[in-house]
């Protein structure tokens, strides 16, 4: 059974930290890129990073360059989101997400988590 789980948000103040992580199971995690993906009240999901476990290439929104690193520990099969400098319009239900056809492409992703909440107070 794939599965994909996120853990690591919750509650901070405007420019904290928080790291969250997405355990994956169930697939070949070293073929896929995982995508980390933020749908806010009233808005549009949009993809905020992703990594490639086949060559490490990474993709990051610019709203959040410079304070986002996403990093992947194939051993663990787990992709991670540390968040730095957070702003209260981070604040959003973060998903991660996998796909056998790099960070780039325009398919849809093959299998989501549930999602975990962030929650940045100003």
């Known amino acids: 059974e794939v599965q994909l789980v996120e853990s690591g948000g919750g509650l901070v103040q405007a420019g904290g930290s928080l790291r969250l992580s997405c355990a994956a199971s169930?697939?070949?995690?070293?073929?896929?890129?995982i995508g980390w993906f933020r749908q806010a009240p009233g808005k549009e999901r949009e993809e905020v990073s992703c990594i490639s476990n086949s060559d490490g290439s990474t993709y990051y929104v610019d709203s959040v360059k410079g304070r986002f690193i996403i990093s992947s520990d194939n051993a663990k099969n787990t992709v991670y989101l540390q968040m730095n400098s957070l702003k209260p319009e981070d604040t959003a239900v973060y998903y991660c997400?996998?796909?056998?056809?790099?960070?780039?492409?325009?398919?849809?992703?093959?299998?989501w988590g549930k999602g975990t909440l962030v929650t940045i107070s100003s």
């Open positions: 169930g697939f070949t995690f070293d073929d896929y890129a």
């Open positions: 997400a996998a796909t056998i056809w790099g960070c780039f492409t325009n398919y849809d992703r093959d299998y």
